[in-house]
């Protein structure tokens, strides 16, 4: 199993089979899960699709609700973990997408967000069908180490995620949107830069790092989210 393969073959799936799927797969590998920061405390819960309340034009036969406790970078935290997961299920043959649209039955403060999941023939592409940002666009500078960043997956593609180099390696930053495209993206778009940050550790496992920093440049139109090493 090569998670760093599917990178460069996945899409975002909204094709799914009927097949049943063993859900001791996905609690076996969230056993050994990274994530970005131990402090962060997060839950997930599996529901067959009557069981949410489906706003998209398009239904997948199981959801993934995600929880976290509301703490700085939790939202980066769940893109970050959940992408791994997302990435190691397309490995089993099983499609996923991130849905920001829909929602559980019942409340829960902690809910952020849901993923589809389920059986496919159709979550694949060839390289050529991405639609991406150029890697000049995304950092300060074209640097092919951020590839697996540059065609992660994000909101509407927004692909809110800036790179500026250091003497270690990057600071990572978030795209502040205008006022217009704010409301509809703006919760999302942390869990997006979580979702390329997974993308950079699972193509550098053995050597990514994530840290803050109390100094760091600060950047018109950005938010600073951490610095990495890969």
């Not at 034009?57 to 791994?84: I, T």
């Not at 500078?141 to 994000?154: C, E, F, G, I």
Request: proline share 4%; with cysteine.
């Amino acid at each position: 199993m090569n998670l760093e393969e599917q990178i460069y073959v996945r899409k975002s799936c909204r094709k799914y089979l009927d097949d049943e799927i063993d859900m001791n797969v996905i609690n076996d590998f969230m056993k050994s899960v990274r994530p970005l920061s131990s402090d962060l405390k997060y839950r997930y819960e599996i529901f067959e699709k009557s069981e949410v309340k489906i706003r998209t034009p398009w239904s997948a036969p199981y959801y993934l609700a995600l929880f976290s406790e509301k703490k700085d970078l939790c939202k980066v935290n769940l893109g970050f973990v959940f992408q791994q997961l997302s990435l190691f299920l397309q490995s089993k043959g099983i499609g996923s997408c991130w849905v920001g649209l829909n929602s559980i039955k019942r409340k829960d403060p902690e809910f952020v967000i849901e993923i589809a999941f389920g059986k496919s023939n159709d979550m694949t592409r060839d390289i050529s069908g991405f639609k991406r940002k150029s890697l000049a666009d995304i950092s300060d500078y074209a640097d092919d180490r951020l590839k697996p960043a540059q065609l992660a997956p994000s909101a509407i593609n927004m692909q809110p995620w800036y790179f500026k180099h250091t003497d270690d390696g990057f600071d990572v930053y978030q795209v502040k949107q205008n006022i217009l495209k704010r409301p509809i993206v703006k919760k999302w778009n942390p869990i997006d830069v979580g979702i390329a940050l997974a993308h950079l550790y699972v193509a550098n496992e053995k050597t990514f790092e994530f840290y803050l920093k109390s100094s760091f440049d600060k950047m018109d139109g950005y938010i600073y989210v951490g610095g990495i090493k890969i």
